[in-house]
């Protein structure tokens, strides 16, 4: 791939699509004469309601999965990282079943009858899931087996069943299994003295049906059933070449692997002895996971989400994945104690769990991977130069994980250490463990600063952290507020006050991405350090209305949500609009990670039969239709999937010539807009426009290795390359010139 690379950048398409405006714009037309011409081209306008202009949601995240899915079978991928996706896709799977599949469910036992833009019941939705699903992991089985296996056994790795192994190997794991797995297990038998165990979520389990009786004369052999954990506090794959030399000091010149429940299955005579194994069979559960905070009725939001993180260990089975080995006895006994319907039994070739393959992917054979990448320190932020001091003189924009998370880190660890610095307030939704930033505010409190900090409690699957680090901030005398009634504040927005010769003055960071240090490495992120008076002013108002009662505060610069940015953003795509039926130069690039919200797609496919020019980037899931005759003609659809995950929002309006970019942490879905406390802030600085616009963009749209196009049919399809252009893969072309900035 990087033989092919190009060392500069190439023309792009929004280029090309500038230059046609340009063309348009030596013609104006006037609006009266445009609203003419759209009459007669169009007599009868489409209805933007029709259920068909729309893709159900949860069919284009089963898209977006594949594409995730297709990264392992790139045989240009290194062979490790292939395995990874095929982790990632797992992992995927199992948040879309504990959120979106459980509420599904949790619909059709309500009854509801409202349905989405596309019109699809939730009957029909989980009919559709279940539809698209199955092949997709047929096909990653497929993958696993055909490619993965064989290619780790060309590089002296083996990835095996019980039975490949040798007898010695098998023999040594029996004494591995006796010494560090056997204490550890817990076999639960179920008979009327003891009932059907509690299975937690996400468990991998062994159901094993025994045979007792028999051995007296006479006797009449009953059949039993026992279901066993397969511990997650042991490795899940083995390292066999490792169990050979630490039990017998016999060195192994290849690498070998079994999975840890193949292990216990051959020797389930040690946990059952006197019974005679019928059969044993693997099965996971996965569970719903979504929790139902009334806040309303909430005194302490703190320990209402503690409640609801120990009622989540007991949510509805929703999917229960066994292997396509198990005999049909088991399966009967399994749906009948989990109280399951055939709907909800997904049956694949073994190993189940495929997260679990990271463990795969992080062995240390470097031939097998990506070559490590170090994010580079912008040249705008030399690091002998004082942090403030250069944010003073200009507005500096970090594009991650290309530029260094330092400079974050930096700017409240400076703040926590400068005397000078009065206060420092913060959002944190996603922080990670042993945060860097946390303990930098701890340090702030420590030497006397004032620190305010909203920590969301709601943040999915990060409850726990999150309230770790409340109390241990809370326990320092950091002020703490857990959130809005009825909103999640998913803005990231950080502000230090700080006192100077000439007065106070504010500093303020701005991103799309978390303030987590370990996700900043492989999420593509943007972000702002600035000093700008109107942002800093509208900094403070914005902590004001989260702290306080300032429920009517109106700003400046920044588009917030839920108050203003559904409008605003609104407002926006109606001026391109009016811009094209004008005549003008008309123009909209968004990236995103997904487009939902059928208000806004509407207005997009207004503004698209108006003649704008759009380019959308949507990571995973888009419900726009592109290239519908009459509606979305000029709406192109472009989702890029690599080595870092596509994490930035950006939206452009052109402006006729003069155009506005705005960076935030708002995706265009009703959650982001309605139900979420969100920032989207502008970029005005000539120089960061231009990058944004000529590198951020450009690049990632000219990007014909890894992108993917939407039909309007739903699907996708490889982005076109011209014969004899080269190949561009954006994320490549970053890591190569990242140093330029």
């Known amino acids: 791939m990087t033989d092919t690379m190009p060392n500069t950048r190439p023309e792009t398409r929004s280029q090309g699509h500038t230059h046609s405006q340009t063309e348009q714009q030596s013609e104006p037309r006037s609006e009266a004469q445009s609203a003419a011409t759209w009459a007669k081209v169009t007599p009868t306008p489409p209805d933007l309601f029709d259920p068909g202009l729309y893709i159900n949601r949860e069919l284009s995240w089963i898209e977006f999965n594949r594409r995730v899915l297709a990264q392992a079978f790139d045989p240009d991928l290194p062979l490790l990282e292939r395995v990874r996706f095929l982790s990632i896709f797992s992992n995927n799977l199992d948040e879309f079943f504990m959120v979106r599949v459980s509420g599904l469910k949790e619909q059709v036992k309500?009854?509801?009858?409202?349905?989405?833009?596309?019109?699809?019941?939730?009957?029909?939705?989980?009919?559709?899931?279940?539809?698209?699903?199955?092949?997709?992991?047929?096909?990653q089985r497929r993958c696993f087996y055909e490619e993965i296996v064989p290619g780790l056994r060309a590089e002296r790795i083996d990835v095996l069943s019980h039975a490949e192994l040798s007898p010695e190997e098998r023999a040594t794991l029996r004494r591995y299994f006796e010494a560090e797995v056997f204490p550890v297990l817990v076999p639960l038998a179920v008979d009327p003295g003891r009932p059907f165990p509690y299975i937690s979520n996400l468990?991998?389990?062994?159901?094993?049906?025994?045979?007792?009786?028999?051995?007296?004369?006479?006797?009449?052999?009953?059949?039993?059933?026992?279901?066993?954990k397969v511990p997650n506090v042991l490795p899940r794959i083995i390292p066999v070449h490792d169990i050979m030399y630490r039990y017998n000091e016999v060195k192994v010149d290849r690498l070998r692997y079994v999975f840890l429940e193949d292990v216990i299955s051959a020797n389930l005579d040690m946990l059952f002895p006197g019974f005679r194994i019928v059969a044993a069979s693997a099965f996971r559960i996965t569970r719903n996971t979504d929790i139902d905070i009334a806040e309303e009725e909430a005194s302490d939001l703190l320990e209402m989400i503690e409640e609801g993180l120990r009622q989540r260990r007991f949510g509805e089975v929703v999917r229960m994945t066994i292997v396509d080995t198990m005999p049909t006895v088991l399966l009967k006994l399994l749906v009948e104690y989990l109280e399951l319907t055939p709907d909800d039994v997904y049956t694949v070739r073994s190993p189940l769990g495929m997260n679990d393959l990271?463990?795969?992917?992080?062995?240390?054979?470097?031939?097998?991977?990506?070559?490590?990448?170090?994010?580079?320190?912008?040249?705008?932020?030399?690091?002998?130069?004082?942090l403030f001091a250069v944010i003073r003189r200009q507005d500096i924009l970090l594009h991650h994980p290309y530029d260094s998370f330092l400079p974050t880190l930096e700017f409240f660890e400076r703040a926590a250490e400068d005397p000078q610095v009065l206060a420092i307030k913060t959002t944190l939704y996603r922080t990670g463990q042993n945060s860097p930033i946390v303990r930098a505010l701890l340090r702030a409190q420590e030497n006397g600063k004032q620190v305010a900090v909203l920590v969301e409690l709601k943040a999915r699957f990060d409850e726990e952290n999150n309230i770790g680090w409340a109390r241990a901030l809370e326990s320092e005398g950091v002020h703490v507020v857990y959130g809005l009634m009825g909103l999640k504040t998913h803005s990231k927005i950080s502000l230090v006050v700080r006192r100077e010769p000439d007065g106070v003055r504010r500093y303020v960071h701005l991103s799309t991405g978390n303030y987590n240090a370990s996700t900043a490495r492989i999420y593509t992120d943007l972000g702002l350090l600035t000093a700008r008076e109107d942002i800093a002013a509208d900094a403070t108002e914005l902590?004001?209305?989260?702290?306080?009662?300032?429920?009517?505060?109106?700003?400046?610069?920044?588009?917030?949500?839920?108050?203003?940015?559904?409008?605003?953003?609104?407002?926006?795509?109606?001026?391109e609009t009016n811009h094209a039926r004008a005549g003008h130069a008309a123009r909209l690039i968004f990236k995103m990670n997904a487009l939902v919200d059928p208000q806004m797609i509407r207005l997009l496919y207004e503004a698209s039969m108006a003649g704008v020019q759009i380019d959308l980037m949507v990571r995973a899931i888009c419900c726009l239709r592109p290239g519908v005759p009459g509606v979305s003609e000029t709406i192109r659809v472009h989702a890029l999937i690599g080595r870092f995950l596509e994490h930035s929002r950006v939206y452009v309006f052109g402006n006729n010539g003069e155009p506005e970019i705005y960076l935030g942490s708002a995706d265009l879905m009703p959650r982001n807009l309605d139900r979420r406390v969100e920032i989207v802030f502008p970029v005005e600085a000539h120089a960061l426009k231009t990058r944004i616009m000529d590198e951020v963009l450009d690049i990632e749209l000219s990007d014909n290795y890894k992108a993917m196009v939407l039909q309007s049919d739903g699907t996708y399809q490889p982005a076109a390359r011209?014969?004899?252009?080269?190949?561009?893969?954006?994320?490549?072309?970053?890591?190569?010139?990242?140093?330029?900035?």
């Open 110 to 139: 309500a009854n509801v009858s409202e349905v989405p833009a596309d019109g699809l019941t939730p009957n029909q939705q989980l009919d559709v899931i279940r539809a698209g699903i199955i092949p997709l992991l047929s096909e």
């Open 203 to 228: 468990s991998l389990s062994l159901a094993v049906l025994l045979e007792d009786g028999g051995s007296v004369e006479g006797a009449v052999n009953t059949q039993r059933f026992a279901r066993i």
């Open 358 to 386: 990271s463990e795969l992917a992080n062995i240390d054979v470097p031939t097998l991977k990506s070559a490590p990448y170090v994010p580079q320190r912008p040249a705008a932020l030399p690091p002998e130069e004082d």
């Open 543 to 575: 902590f004001n209305r989260l702290t306080g009662f300032a429920f009517n505060t109106s700003y400046r610069k920044l588009l917030i949500a839920p108050e203003h940015l559904r409008g605003q953003m609104s407002a926006l795509i109606e001026r």
């Open 722 to 741: 011209a014969p004899g252009s080269p190949l561009v893969s954006a994320q490549r072309w970053f890591i190569e010139h990242s140093r330029d900035h």
